[in-house]
């Protein structure tokens, strides 16, 4: 058995140890088992609320595992926690018996056991890995230096251009908001039908604005209409499909009928201006006018009205 350290992790237990020259200080290992060794690819500090005391060491469990967390999304191979190392005073490279307590439960994590390791000063830097296996019990191991020990899968980073390719069509993919369990007490033509008169009707014509425009201000059209969204979704319980096309965004329906309404929503750059479509009309649109319309709109009494109208013969 053996350990390995990549430069990297090397270098952050020596630049660690030169921080903290004046006291005891420590850090975690990120890596993993094969084979017998022990590689070793990243090393944590210990965190700001670590405490480093003559015979006491305590990380600071939630900063450590943040960093395990955010350094691991970087690695293409799957790293995980696999023991740690402190500074001991003067030439003393063996385990005290709190030492003891915190290598078992690092031990106890895995069924190959984890790795300690001891640095010290006397007066040249100087480590000393061990293993632990679980019952407790030390073994001394040898360990070497150098990214070229170690399998290139293991150091492999996340492929950029993969994560941009995410990032970079994430605005282009159209999701579906569900709503909760909760059925919709009525559905979304019944709610546009309702407000359409109070809507403000514009005419436009192709030459009123451009695609390129609109597509640069989509983050601007997306925000917008985030409110309003999340008031047809959260409160109206309607289970809506928001689809992001270039410029336009078209929010979506599916009715009781299986009718599908779609109403697109474009920024007009020339005259600062959101319109969407609906039916065969264009409307104007400001943030939040759904909700601020439907508020007053009342679906229980637009049913009794309506079944009283009939009712009359209306
Ligand atoms: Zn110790």
């Not at 070229?148 to 150091?155: A, E, G, Q, T, V």
Request: with cysteine.
């Amino acid at each position: 058995m053996q350990v390995i350290f990549s430069n990297r992790a090397y270098l952050a237990v020596v630049t660690e140890t030169s921080e903290k020259i004046k006291t005891e200080t420590g850090g975690i290992f990120l890596g993993c088992y094969e084979n017998g060794i022990w590689y070793i690819i990243e090393a944590i500090d210990p965190g700001p609320n670590s405490v480093f005391q003559a015979a006491y060491f305590e990380y600071d469990q939630k900063y450590t595992e943040h960093l395990i967390n955010k350094l691991s999304l970087m690695y293409n191979a799957k790293l995980s926690l696999i023991g740690l190392w402190h500074r001991h005073p003067g030439s003393f490279d063996e385990f005290s018996s709190t030492d003891d307590g915190t290598n078992s439960n690092y031990a106890k994590l895995s069924a190959n056991g984890a790795i300690s390791v001891l640095v010290n000063i006397d007066p040249m830097f100087r480590i000393t890995p061990y293993h632990v296996a679980w019952p407790l019990k030390y073994s001394k191991i040898t360990y070497k230096v150098g990214d070229d020990l170690i399998p290139k899968n293991l150091l492999q980073m996340k492929n950029i251009e993969q994560s941009l390719d995410y990032i970079n069509n994430y605005a282009n993919k159209s999701y579906i908001r569900t709503s909760s369990n909760e059925k919709p007490q009525l559905d979304f033509v019944r709610l546009l039908d309702g407000i359409k008169e109070k809507l403000q009707r514009v005419t436009l014509s192709k030459d009123d604005f451009s695609m390129d425009e609109a597509e640069k201000n989509r983050d601007f059209l997306i925000e917008s209409l985030l409110d309003d969204i999340s008031y047809f979704t959260e409160i109206r319980k309607l289970a809506l499909n928001v689809e992001q096309n270039k410029g336009a965004l078209c929010l979506s329906h599916k009715g009781t009928n299986n009718v599908v309404t779609r109403i697109y929503f474009i920024y007009i750059a020339q005259k600062k201006q959101i319109i969407f479509t609906y039916g065969d009309d264009c409307y104007l649109y400001n943030s939040g006018l759904f909700e601020n319309l439907l508020a007053d709109f009342n679906p229980v009494d637009v049913t009794f009205k309506s079944g009283l109208m009939r009712a009359l013969g209306l």
